[in-house]
Nanobody
Framework: QVQLLESGGGSVQAGGSLRLSCTVS????????MGWFRQGSGEDREGVAR???????TYAESVKGRFTISKDDAKNILYLQMNSLKPEDTAMYFC???????????????WGQGAQVIVSS
């Protein structure tokens, strides 16, 4: 059974940085499209970033130039480095995985429980 566990959330002032981690177990991690999503209070879930089997990446316009998605296949860990954080980045952040190329993924199959990020002004 594939399990995802996020860590690294917390509170930070605007302009600060946080790094989220997502540890994957029960899967051949390198064969999965991995993504980060977020959901603010009262808002719909939105995609933040994805990293494909070939390490190619895509980002939401709202985070381009500030966030970086990466993965360590040897450790089965997905990362999201978040710099220059803004109050509007406050949300619950989720990692997700799907055993396919990202371009073929419509709905991710596996999800973590989420990590809260709070950015104060």
């Amino acid at each position: 059974q594939v399990q995802l566990l996020e860590s690294g959330g917390g509170s930070v002032q605007a302009g600060g940085s946080l790094r989220l981690s997502c540890t994957v177990s029960g899967a051949v991690y390198s064969n999965y499209c991995m993504g980060w999503f977020r959901q603010g209070s009262g808002e719909d879930r939105e995609g933040v970033a994805r990293i494909d089997l070939d390490y190619s990446t895509t980002y939401a316009e709202s985070v381009k130039g500030r966030f970086t998605i990466s993965k360590d296949d040897a450790k089965n860990i997905l990362y999201l480095q978040m710099n220059s954080l803004k109050p509007e980045d406050t949300a619950m952040y989720f990692c997700a995985a799907d055993p396919d190329w990202c371009t073929s993924v419509r709905e991710f199959l596996y999800w973590g429980q989420g990590a809260q990020v709070i950015v104060s002004s």
